[in-house]
């Protein structure tokens, strides 16, 4: 799935005011895909405890059942290129918006441990697949001016809905009182949590029939007039619709539909820059952003902070998510990709270190002392500002534009794909890590975090302002 073509003709870059609305409108639908990503990877953290006292498990067995989700995003984001560019944009969306329903029931209703597994790889391969689609769909429609700010909405999304989640978590297990276990709905309280995502999976395929498809794909699909309807809709009725037109389907000839071995060449078997799109991945998930959304309130609890407060701290620190993605919505198209990068970078080192530091002391009374736990609350939310300011957005559009267009489709599918099986390495060895050291687990990403800052400065090349037929 490559994203469209933007023009070099003036006037054609960007959408005229009266149009703009309509393309947020478009590209808010589409990133509501990136809420579910939010929502759904972040909803198990209300339940980790939970599932532990329901089936009896340990450390090791609990991590595989969070974890396993990230095995199906890993297949979602591999295969969602090819199966958007063979039905479409907005089926693709579909597909992953029955998927998401069907997951939310089903980890709702476990029989037992295995089924509750399966449920989440089915919700894991929808994840996938909105992974992939939201920011590639979005390139396809948004104007070259505003491409960088439309693009973040998908993170935006992402954000939003990790926040939610947590949110409804709190109100749940404070409506169950306190107790992840406790009875709601002739269910358990951490059922309640799970299944509450029908509502937004849901919403989200009906808001896939209120979105215009692709005009890329309906060009490749030889439906030029629908294609032509589109492309006035989302950038005014100024542009030269034929030679708009025209520029996409010569951009189309003159690129080959991409595959796994169009990746291949250089000294390490994947060209550069599909190895640089999978050091991004990596980096971003190895310095350990998502262990504070599946397990927060697992890890405020072992050093002696309460449920609810837990849980409380959970959602502070998705609000603080949400202000940094904001902030990176903002300058992301002013400075640059590559600064914002650098800055987060810094920043995340320094909060990941203070919180190695923070819990390298012992417990008192089943608490870390009071300067360490302040200092830790605070570095876990330092921590997390810079991810979002920066790594959290900046990797999604980088990904989004820094491939040329004639492997795009399958090097942004490598790509997604190393960032989820990145995220399951530290997903899943987590608990075992936190069990054996906290501290040095946290000396572990900090190291990530230091080592990403010689990695842009070598390797990333600026996206900012370029067409996407300029990248090479």
């Known amino acids: 799935m490559t994203s469209t073509t933007q023009p070099q003709a003036s006037g054609?870059?960007?959408?005229?005011?009266?149009?703009?609305?309509?393309?947020?409108?478009?590209?808010?639908?589409?990133?509501?895909?990136?809420?579910?990503?939010?929502?759904?990877?972040?909803?198990?953290?209300?339940?980790?405890?939970?599932?532990?006292?329901?089936?009896?498990?340990?450390?090791?067995?609990?991590?595989?059942?969070?974890?396993?989700?990230?095995?199906?995003?890993?297949?979602?984001?591999?295969?969602?290129?090819?199966i958007a560019d063979r039905i479409g944009r907005i089926r693709c969306m579909q597909i992953a918006s029955v998927l998401f329903t069907i997951s939310a029931v089903g980890s709702a209703l476990p029989f037992a441990l295995w089924d509750l597994a399966f449920w989440r790889i089915i919700g894991g391969f929808a994840i996938g697949m909105a992974s992939v689609i939201g920011p590639a769909y979005i390139a396809e429609v948004a104007p070259a001016a505003y491409r960088g700010r439309l693009g973040s909405f998908q993170q935006a999304a992402i954000v939003i809905g990790i926040a939610i989640s947590q949110l409804v978590n709190w109100g749940i297990l404070n409506a169950a009182g306190g107790d992840q276990r406790g009875h709601l709905m002739g269910l358990e309280a951490w059922q309640v949590m799970l299944g509450v995502m029908v509502v937004p999976a849901v919403l989200y395929g009906l808001l896939s029939f209120a979105i215009p498809e692709s005009p890329r794909f309906l060009i490749s699909a030889g439906r030029d007039a629908r294609a032509r309807e589109v492309l006035k809709e989302v950038e005014g009725e100024h542009i030269d619709l034929d030679a708009r037109v025209a520029e996409i389907e010569h951009a189309m000839k003159s690129e080959h539909k991409s595959s796994f071995k169009d990746l291949l060449g250089g000294s390490f078997f994947f060209k550069p820059i599909v190895w640089v799109g999978i050091g991004l991945s990596v980096f971003q998930q190895f310095v350990g952003i998502n262990v504070a959304f599946y397990y927060s309130s697992t890890l405020w609890q072992s050093v002696g902070v309460d449920p609810s407060q837990s849980f409380f701290y959970s959602f502070t620190t998705s609000i603080i998510n949400i202000v940094g993605t904001v902030i990176a919505m903002i300058f992301v198209d002013r400075i640059g990709r590559r600064p914002l990068a650098l800055i987060g970078s810094v920043g995340m080192a320094i909060g990941l270190a203070l919180e190695a530091w923070a819990f390298s002391y012992d417990l008192v009374d089943g608490k870390l002392p009071a300067t360490q736990g302040w200092i830790a609350l605070v570095a876990a939310h330092v921590f997390v500002l810079f991810f979002a300011l920066s790594w959290g957005v900046v990797v999604w559009v980088f990904l989004g534009e820094m491939f040329p267009n004639r492997i795009r489709a399958a090097a942004l599918g490598v790509a997604a794909s190393a960032q989820w099986i990145a995220n399951w390495a530290i997903t899943a060895s987590f608990p075992s890590l936190a069990d054996w050291n906290l501290s040095a687990t946290y000396v572990i990403y900090t190291i990530f975090a230091a080592l990403s800052i010689p990695f842009v400065l070598k390797y990333v090349k600026e996206t900012k302002g370029k067409a996407l037929e300029e990248m090479g």
């Open 12 to 82: 054609a870059r960007t959408a005229h005011p009266e149009h703009l609305g309509h393309v947020i409108f478009i590209a808010a639908a589409a990133a509501m895909g990136g809420f579910l990503f939010g929502y759904d990877s972040a909803v198990i953290n209300g339940a980790v405890e939970a599932i532990r006292g329901r089936y009896d498990i340990g450390s090791a067995a609990l991590a595989q059942v969070i974890a396993i989700a990230l095995i199906g995003c890993a297949i979602g984001a591999a295969t969602a290129g090819r």
